[in-house]
């Protein structure tokens, strides 16, 4: 690798899991990195090849891994950092434009690098496909995990979507270091949305082994969740038409052709 050399950062979603639902968009930058940096268990997706560097380290330290990828791109590296699902979607996308605000302070020709991202199937589409329907309206995506923001915040997005009557898909639900929080969260929804509401539990969505599980909010317990979940909540109409889950277009009241001219393509 020389200085000469132009380099840049790709910031790739490899999809919820299946080899099939990788884009080939993905498939061909990765064929052009001289490095992958990433979340160990997202590297170990990608075939190793001569010529092709993986960096691979563990989850919590997101904007290092950022900033190493900028360092390297900056050195001539073609560096693919890899999410997985979509890279926008509670991943490492902010996370590298995060490390470029910061170093750019003191690196300024860090502006200049081409930087692109590369959307995925993120988990909340993949498994919302395996079901059915159940964000045909509209809906909030929610990161459950208080890593990076307090508990009392999401409790409050959460009964605010809930009484706007949105859907929601949740991600990270629920982990072994903050195991209550899961129940809480289901407690202010029951209020929110009233019990009656569908929820499905979608774990290794499109991997060996997925699992889909529909019930109402009353039945619902915070052991049917964990990290390898996406947690889809219906709004007041999510129903159940023979073995599958959808939320219909239209608000309750509001009947399709009202609006004749929006009409969906
Ligand atoms: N960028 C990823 C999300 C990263 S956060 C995306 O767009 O999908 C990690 C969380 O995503 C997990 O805790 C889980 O809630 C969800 N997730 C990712 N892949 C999944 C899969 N195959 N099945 C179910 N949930 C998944």
Redesign the pocket.
């Given at each position: 690798m020389t200085e000469t050399q132009k380099g840049w950062v790709v910031i790739a979603?490899l999809g919820?899991?299946a080899d099939r639902m990788v884009t080939s968009e993905v498939q061909d930058i990765l064929a052009e990195a001289t490095d992958v940096v990433g979340y160990i268990p997202y590297v170990e997706r990608v075939t190793p090849r001569e010529g092709l560097t993986l960096h691979a380290s563990d989850n919590r330290v997101e904007v290092d891994r950022a900033t190493h990828a900028l360092e390297m791109a900056a050195a001539g590296g073609r560096v693919v950092v890899v999410?997985?699902?979509?890279?926008g979607?509670?991943?490492m996308a902010s996370a590298v434009f995060e490390a470029l605000e910061a170093g750019s302070k003191a690196h300024p020709h860090w502006l200049d690098l081409e930087i692109r991202v590369l959307p995925g199937i993120?988990?909340m589409l993949?498994?919302a496909a395996a079901i059915g329907a159940p964000l045909g309206h509209d809906f909030a995506a929610i990161n459950l995990s208080d890593n990076l923001k307090p508990w009392e915040l999401i409790e409050h997005r959460l009964r605010l979507v809930g009484e706007a009557g949105l859907a929601m898909a949740f991600?990270?639900?629920r982990s072994k270091s903050r195991p209550h929080q899961f129940e809480r969260a289901l407690e202010v929804l029951r209020e929110a949305c009233g019990p009656e509401t569908l929820i499905t539990f979608?774990?290794?969505?499109?991997?060996p082994g997925q699992a889909l599980n529909t019930v109402s909010l009353r039945d619902a317990g915070p052991e049917m969740a964990d990290?390898?979940?996406?947690v889809i909540v219906g709004n007041r109409d999510t129903r159940r038409v023979g073995p599958y889950v959808y939320t219909p277009r239209f608000a309750p009241g509001h009947q399709p052709g009202q609006a004749a001219a929006e009409k969906d393509t």
């Open positions: 979603g919820p899991g999410s997985s699902g979509d890279p979607v509670f991943a993120t988990a993949a498994a991600y990270n639900p979608a774990r290794d969505v499109t991997k990290m390898r979940t996406v």
